[in-house]
């Protein structure tokens, strides 16, 4: 019952630190969370999802807390988005142990892939410009954020361990 609750909190906290990285990037750069090519900060909170099954529903919830609660954001993507990062973060936990030279590198670019795939639909839909460039721009902006600050996220936690600490406490 205690792990439950632990990792109940853990997808509370990563959910509520995502939500409000988001806000927070769109306060100071306003509409750089939400455009095509987008490159939300949160999106480092992904990595999460290689040290806790706890982030797959935490970054899911987090995108919608954030899309819900934002006026810059499509209706469509309440629902889409939260499934691309869902997807992206089962995808991620799922790959965890699928390194190069202990990096994560194909996890990293689950997140770009499903969002390119959903949320480049919805652009399509919404805006036009065909689904190809709208993926391509959806794929760059998060491709960007996990192969930068993503995996400077990864290392830090990994390098000191930080994972036994935050996450594998009985």
């Known amino acids: 019952m205690r792990k439950q609750i632990r990792h109940l909190a853990h997808g509370a906290i990563i959910a ?14 306003p509409g750089s969370a939400s455009w095509a090519i987008q490159f ?7 990595v999460l999802a290689f ?15 954030y899309n819900v609660t934002s006026a810059a954001v499509l209706p469509l993507d309440f629902l889409v988005g939260s499934l691309a990062s869902l997807l992206a973060a089962w995808g991620m936990w799922r790959s965890r142990g699928v390194t190069i030279k202990g990096y994560p590198l194909l996890g990293m670019l689950l997140p770009a892939a499903a ?4 949320v480049g639909w919805e652009l399509a839909v919404y805006v036009g410009g065909g689904f190809w460039l709208n993926a391509a721009y959806v794929a760059i902006g998060e491709a ?17 361990n930080l994972q036994r600490h935050l996450f594998d406490r009985n």
């Open 16 to 29: 509520a630190v995502y939500a409000t990285l988001t806000h927070l990037q769109n306060l100071l750069l």
């Open 40 to 46: 939300r900060i949160s999106e480092a909170l992904c």
């Open 51 to 65: 040290f806790t099954p706890a982030a797959i529903p935490g970054l899911a919830v987090g995108c919608l807390l």
């Open 115 to 118: 969002n390119a795939v959903l």
């Open 144 to 160: 960007a954020v996990l192969l930068t600050l993503g995996t400077a996220l990864y290392f830090a936690i990994n390098r000191r």
